[in-house]
């Protein structure tokens, strides 16, 4: 079984660009969720996914982030513009409530450097 | 507020055993989990435990305590592939994730 695929894994932009990342979730997992990690940190939930509906989306930034989910499947992260700050991780993760513990399983991540 | 306390890093010997610390305090509780970072890495599951008591998985293990807002990874027999991040994580009320920090484990020949 596949896992979650993200892209790019590795970004390096300059202050006030934009950047977008892209993700697909396993198959047959309705959740999506995206993160952002810091180093040295827990990730920290940007927005949450039920199907093509964002159900917690209270701590995406949303006059520089926005996200979409059109047909429920794949998910695409936008920052425009980005600052210095946004330098992170940004971790995309899937989960299925077919699953005992509902638990999510993450993709690689993309590494996004500001300069 | 809601937070989970974890150390920030551990030291311990291959072969040996250790125990990671994690206490919450979240609005509600749907279940505490156990994942592995390593660096440069995505976070992969371990465990799940929603009632009081000891889940054994393999070299894993894992602990819960509700009345105390208490949990501990147990690792043993280390290997120097255990050196990674071990996050804590509790799911609130609202079924949203609430992460620790990471407890950074060295793994010493």
């Known amino acids: 079984e596949a896992g979650v695929v993200q892209s790019p894994r590795y970004k390096i932009i300059e202050k006030k660009q934009p950047v977008a990342f892209w993700c697909n979730p396993i198959?047959?997992?309705?959740?999506l969720y995206w993160y952002r990690q810091n180093l040295g940190q827990g990730p920290e939930l940007l927005i949450r996914?039920?199907?093509?509906?964002?159900?917690?989306d209270s701590q995406l930034p949303k006059d520089r982030f926005s996200a979409e989910r059109l047909k429920g499947v794949d998910s695409t992260l936008k920052i425009q513009p980005a600052e210095l700050g946004d330098s992170a991780v940004y971790l995309c993760?899937?989960?299925?409530?077919?699953?005992?513990?509902?638990?999510?399983?993450f993709g690689p991540g993309t590494r996004l450097t500001v300069t | 507020g809601q937070n989970i306390d974890q150390p920030t890093e551990m030291t311990a010997t291959e072969g040996a055993i250790v125990q990671i610390n994690c206490t919450y305090q979240?609005?509600?509780?749907?279940?505490l989990f156990w994942y592995q970072q390593h660096a440069g890495e995505a976070p992969t599951f371990l465990s799940y435990?929603?009632l009081d008591g000891l889940e054994e998985k393999g070299r894993f293990s894992s602990f819960l305590s509700r009345s105390k807002g208490y949990s501990y990874l147990l690792l043993k027999e280390l290997q120097m592939k255990d050196s990674a991040s071990y996050l804590c994580?509790?799911?609130?009320?609202?079924?949203?994730?609430?992460w620790g920090a990471g407890t950074k484990l060295i793994i010493k020949p």
């Open positions: 993760a899937s989960s299925s409530p077919g699953t005992a513990a509902y638990e999510q399983y």
């Open positions: 198959s047959g997992h309705n959740t």
């Open positions: 996914y039920e199907n093509e509906e964002a159900v917690d």
């Open positions: 979240t609005s509600g509780f749907n279940g």
């Open positions: 435990n929603v």
């Open positions: 994580a509790v799911r609130d009320i609202n079924y949203q994730l609430i």
